[in-house]
């Protein structure tokens, strides 16, 4: 492997100094948001990131980027929502060639919003499946994790576990740990239900939900996994990387939290896992289009995309990317099978359920 495995410090020439919004990752401190205008003529060799994922990793992706291609990378950090309001405001004016997030929904909501322009690339279409792209290539898959069922290794065996529906079963009335409905992750998960169930059964499988709470819904997924280890509760609902991070950190309370959490993929014989899904796309007025496409290119190669997987424990999009050895500890799973717009499409009808069922 060509990168370091420690990081470097990345240079960040624009960076907004806003909350982490349940991301994990290193954040950076903001300078100027000021910058020079983008000459009238050639292409600069740069390249501007609109970015809400706050990983480290992604950081060492775009450093070793520059490093062989000599295209400067600039990163403005922030949330979804807001990046995606600011690229609407900046219209034509904008310097930003290319938007980052976390989620399918928010995905298809920024395609709503039309920021985004077809991106053509012979190389990212090989290098990404069609099922893991918009289907107008207005955005590209980067990485998914899988929103799995972690589960007490000493209070639960597996085979007491089967599906998301099955967790509202009164065995695990008072074991159940899961974070807000705030979160994204949870707001695309239900919306997944809405679309292969229909929203009366999304509806029941919250309401089950809730009432097996182990607790009032606290902190990120990390935070369910070390409930878990204190007791609290015994199952809880948290993506794959967030196993990987506990169990590779620093801190060693948290690989400890990590040691006696199992992994449970559930819906293998129905309808699958829910993954769910990172993707950068090309902003409508990009003004440095080559450069925003190689990198997607880059990004998208099997080189970037198995840094990834074994430094953020993510699932590589490119099939031919190895996976971090402890996700293929884990085995192959069936994922999800449905289009990531219908999760944009019912993320309202979500809400309003986690509202009616007070899933806080
Ligand atoms: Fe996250």
Redesign the pocket.
């Known amino acids: 492997m060509k990168f370091p495995k420690l990081f470097k410090p990345f240079l960040v020439s624009a960076a907004l100094a806003i909350g982490l919004a349940?991301?994990?990752g290193s954040n950076e401190n903001a300078k100027s948001d000021e910058k020079t205008a983008a000459p009238e003529k050639a292409e600069s060799q740069e390249v501007n990131i609109y970015t809400a994922r706050h990983y480290e990793a992604d950081e060492a992706i775009y450093e070793k980027f520059t490093e062989e291609t000599g295209i400067k990378v600039n990163v403005v950090k922030g949330e979804a929502e807001e990046l995606i309001e600011r690229l609407k405001r900046e219209g034509e004016s904008t310097q930003a060639d290319l938007f980052v997030t976390?989620d399918g929904g928010v995905l298809a909501h920024a395609k709503q919003n039309d920021i985004f322009q077809p991106v053509t690339s012979e190389t990212i279409d090989k290098n990404v499946p069609e099922n893991l792209r918009d289907a107008d290539n207005n955005w590209i898959g980067l990485a998914t994790r899988a929103r799995v069922i972690a589960y007490s290794k000493e209070r639960v065996s597996p085979e007491e576990l089967s599906t998301y529906e099955d967790l509202t079963n009164e065995k695990w009335k008072g074991r159940l740990l899961v974070r807000s409905s705030t979160s994204l992750y949870n707001q695309s998960l239900l919306a997944s239900f809405i679309e292969l169930n229909g929203e009366a059964e999304a509806e029941k499988w919250a309401q089950g939900m809730v009432n097996n709470f182990a607790r009032q819904p606290d902190g990120g997924d990390r935070d369910q996994a070390k409930a878990i280890a204190a007791g609290t509760g015994d199952v809880a609902i948290m993506?794959t990387y967030y196993v990987g991070l506990l169990a590779n950190s620093e801190d060693p309370e948290e690989v400890k939290v990590a040691e006696n959490l199992g992994v449970f993929f559930p819906n293998q014989e129905t309808t699958g896992t829910h993954v769910n899904i990172s993707g950068i796309g090309l902003t409508k007025h990009s003004k440095n289009k080559e450069n925003a496409t190689k990198l997607i290119e880059y990004v998208t190669s099997v080189e970037a995309q198995e840094f990834l997987s074994a430094n953020n424990y993510e699932y590589p999009v490119n099939p031919e990317a190895k996976k971090a050895d402890l996700l293929e500890s884990w085995g192959e799973f069936k994922m999800q099978e449905l289009n990531f717009d219908t999760l944009g499409e019912h993320n309202k009808k979500a809400i309003e359920i986690f509202n009616k069922t007070g899933w806080k």
């Open positions: 349940g991301c994990s976390v993506n």
